[in-house]
């Protein structure tokens, strides 16, 4: 019977476990910081509008409990908040009256340049 020496393999497995234990707090930070700036995006693009005046304070964020992940958007039991389907899509004959993407776009490139220095920084 042949034997095969695990060891290697083991010490590979606590490195990555430890990378990963360094890693999630600042990605944390990335997506709390990437979230907030979505959110004040969105709000600078919804304000201004008379019809829906109070709508820019609906929208908020929520981070997903692991703290990995964001929720960006209007809160419907904020005041406005419930026209958010309506304001950025529309209706079935209207178009929507503003533009759900510019703000996340924008982040886009900033959140990936965070995310690759946390990455030098740990590596």
Request: glycine share 8%.
């Amino acid at each position: 019977m042949a034997e095969v020496d695990m060891s290697q393999v083991d010490a590979l497995a606590d490195d990555l476990e430890a990378v990963a234990a360094k890693a999630t707090p600042k990605v944390k930070k990335v997506v709390e910081k990437g979230a907030n700036n979505v959110k004040n995006g969105m709000r600078a693009d919804a304000s201004g509008h008379a019809s829906f005046k109070h709508f820019s304070r609906s929208i908020t964020y929520d981070i997903t409990h692991d703290g990995l992940g964001a929720e960006i958007g209007p809160d419907k039991d904020l005041i406005q908040g419930a026209l958010g389907n309506l304001i950025y899509f529309g209706r079935s004959d209207t178009a929507g009256v503003v533009d759900i993407n510019p703000p996340l776009d924008k982040e886009t490139p900033r959140f990936a340049d965070a995310l690759a220095d946390v990455a030098e920084d740990i590596l």
